[in-house]
């Protein structure tokens, strides 16, 4: 079992930065991969990007490549997801998630955080 907690969210104006947190406890942190979804208001969860175990790291789409990465940090049990230059329609709740192999698909994510809420004014 794992246990993920994800923080950091807040409001941020357009062209801000954040940096979202997602610590992890209860089994081995270094034999997961970690993914990051966002759920738009009214919309799917969507994937975002995900570290893997390897140091692959992938991201979905020009959407997000380039202003988003993913360092993990196994030492402390948490992987990030540092945000720049954020736009508005990137106000989502954000979700951390773990899989023994991370794909982009949700259906490979065995654990889940409860989200942490972006907003982004225009």
């Known amino acids: 079992q794992v246990q993920l907690v994800e923080s950091g969210g807040g409001l941020v104006q357009a062209g801000g930065s954040l940096r979202l947190s997602c610590a992890a406890s209860g089994r081995t942190f270094s034999s997961y991969d970690m993914g990051w979804f966002r759920q738009a208001p009214g919309k799917g969860r969507e994937f975002v990007a995900a570290?893997?175990?390897?140091?692959?790291?992938?991201y979905d789409g020009d959407s997000v490549k380039g202003r988003f990465t993913i360092p993990r940090d196994n030492a402390k049990n948490t992987v990030y997801l540092q945000i720049n230059s954020l736009k508005p329609e990137d106000t989502a709740v954000y979700y951390c998630a773990a899989a023994v192999r991370a794909t982009m698909s949700r259906a490979q994510y065995d654990y889940w955080g409860q989200g942490t809420k972006v907003t982004v004014s225009s």
């Open positions: 570290a893997r175990r390897s140091g692959c790291i992938t």
